[in-house]
């Protein structure tokens, strides 16, 4: 699980570099379980429910604020973050997360208003189920779910895990954001305390 969410921090990397050529970018964060420390729980899985055996909670997909000043390169933008995972993974850059994976909450600047998600579909509209939701479509490659409402704590971590910000260009990587590995003991390594010198 902890290599899982490296991956995705590295794709967030990647996605980032692919928009921040683009005017109407705002901004990019990352946000949701990719952007703490993983925590241990219990899953939902009877065996490890019944034992009580914790493990890394399981990041399912990369959750991304992306804070546009106009929606009409919502088509560019999925195209640039599809070909830059792809280069990625031909490079052996470390992550083979796929657009799909890619959950893009577009967000309004200036009031952090929740605008709808980036369709990862390649037309719009599309013959898809989810196509069919009232609103959706009405501007290309803006994704409605039906009777969804933002937490109000959905930015929050935007405060440390922005990554990108027009004016002031890249902030961090997404590597840098809180992790535990720094706790964990390092494999082949003792976990005794060296000595004094």
Known sequence: MLLRQREFRIAADVVT?????????????????????????????????R????????????????????????AGLRR????????AFERAAGTSVV????????????TDRYLGRLCDFKACPNDKRDCAAPG???IPFNKVIP?????SDLL???????LYERGKGRLRSALELPNVEES??????????????
């Open 80 to 87: 640039a973050a599809a070909r830059a995972l792809r280069a």
């Open 184 to 197: 964990l003991p390092k494999p082949g390594r003792s976990k005794e305390r060296p000595a004094p010198p």
């Open 156 to 162: 929050e971590p935007a405060t440390y895990s922005m």
């Open 17 to 49: 570099d692919a928009w921040t050529s683009f005017p109407d970018v705002r901004a990019v964060a990352v946000i949701g379980s990719v952007a703490k420390a993983l925590w241990k729980e219990v899953p939902r899985f009877s065996e490890f429910r």
């Open 147 to 151: 009777d969804f409402k933002p937490r």
């Open 51 to 74: 034992q009580g055996i914790e493990v890394w909670h399981e990041c399912r997909d990369l959750d991304l604020a992306l804070w546009i000043d106009s929606p009409q390169q919502l």
């Open 136 to 138: 959706c479509g009405a």
């Open 99 to 110: 657009s799909q994976q890619l959950d893009i909450f577009l967000i309004e600047p200036g």
